[in-house]
């Protein structure tokens, strides 16, 4: 009993001189700004290790299979780029928008796997018929990114 009653009144007062780690209680909410700083920062270094990383594949002589490689490395940077900006806590304003863009995200990532997969896999008319899907996915994503205001997660044109 005397240590219940010794832990319950530790506990008041780490709530008294701690309030933020109170539950139910969260610490200040970023602005938007803040977010889309924070965001574009993430967005900026997981696009330039990407391509890093797609400019080390060393070619094999043929295309096809350097293509496909490169696919490789674009859907593991997306899934990265999901990841890490998944952890980072939108304010309430833009939740269901962020939520929805990392959607599209992985959404992506999905259909770059799936299209590799048909190519390796021999179906190449699969493989063209996911390309299309893609591509209007990847158009959908571009507009909601740039209403977002994620300029960092917009690669540059080379």
């Not at 780490?14 to 967005?43: I, K, M, R």
């Amino acid at each position: 009993m005397r240590r219940l009653v010794q832990f319950g009144a530790t506990s008041l007062l780490a709530l008294v001189l701690f309030p933020a780690a109170a539950p139910g209680q969260t610490p200040t909410e970023p602005t938007h700004e803040q977010y889309v700083d924070e965001v574009n920062s993430v967005c900026k270094d997981t696009i330039s290790s990407g391509r890093r990383a797609s400019k080390n594949l060393k070619p094999s002589g043929d295309e096809a299979r350097d293509n496909l490689r490169r696919a490789g490395v674009y859907a593991k940077t997306l899934g990265k780029l999901a990841d890490r900006v998944s952890r980072i806590k939108p304010p309430a304003s833009d939740e269901k928008a962020v939520d929805n863009w990392l959607e599209m995200i992985r959404r992506q990532k999905r259909l770059v796997r799936r299209l590799i997969g048909a190519f390796k896999g021999g179906d190449p008319a699969r493989g063209f018929a996911i390309a299309k899907r893609l591509e209007k996915l990847i158009v959908e994503t571009g507009r909601q990114t740039k209403a977002l205001d994620f300029t960092g997660c917009i690669p540059p044109q080379s």
